[in-house]
């Protein structure tokens, strides 16, 4: 979806109020990307504010079990016209601190501001970086026990049994046949 700072501008009032509904490719999402989203014009640009939510499905970092998790996003950005990102940047001092009328984006040099692309920045930036399905995770799955030995812990005590080898980790056996051979002899 596509909005034209040309367009908004000849509005009686340039702002413009959405129902945001799209399923945003890329995502780990369940279901669509739905909210509400305000664009609204101004002499330096658009501002495009609202909030929108969606389920997604993670996988944990821990059990590598999937699990799912509402995700809401407020989203505040404001795109300013290129020549004026320019200007502003020319003239702002090096050496001062920051404020929030400093993070602004360049609006595309057609005029048009994709939204959906604003969205999927926003949900992709939202989502946990560490996922975990909760309090309660089991964390790794646990090796099976050597038939021969009996537990795990008799294992570890005696040096009995053969090593095992987390599930996650199986695949990469294949790489190195030659040293597996080498450590049974």
Request: glycine content about 6%; proline content about 7%; some cysteine.
């Amino acid at each position: 979806m596509k909005v034209s700072l040309e367009e908004l501008s000849t509005l009686p009032q340039p702002k413009l109020s959405i129902s945001f509904k799209e399923v945003l490719s890329g995502l780990d999402a369940v279901k669509p990307v739905v909210g509400e989203l305000v664009i609204s014009a101004s002499a330096t640009g658009m501002r495009l504010s609202g909030r929108v939510q969606t389920l997604l499905k993670l996988q944990c970092d821990r059990c590598l079990k999937h699990y799912f998790q509402s995700l809401s996003v407020e989203i505040d950005e404001r795109f300013v016209i290129q020549d004026l990102g320019d200007q502003f940047q020319k003239q702002a001092p090096r050496d001062r601190e920051l404020s929030y009328k400093d993070f602004v984006e360049p609006l595309p040099e057609d005029g048009k501001l994709d939204i959906s692309d604003v969205v999927y920045q926003a949900v992709t930036l939202a989502k946990p970086t560490a996922c975990l399905c909760g309090d309660q995770c089991p964390g790794p799955p646990v090796p099976d026990t050597d038939a021969k030995s009996g537990s795990l812990e008799q294992d570890k005590v005696t040096g009995g049994g053969a090593a095992q080898i987390d599930p996650r980790w199986k695949n990469l056996k294949s790489l190195f046949p030659k040293e597996e051979t080498e450590t049974k002899s």
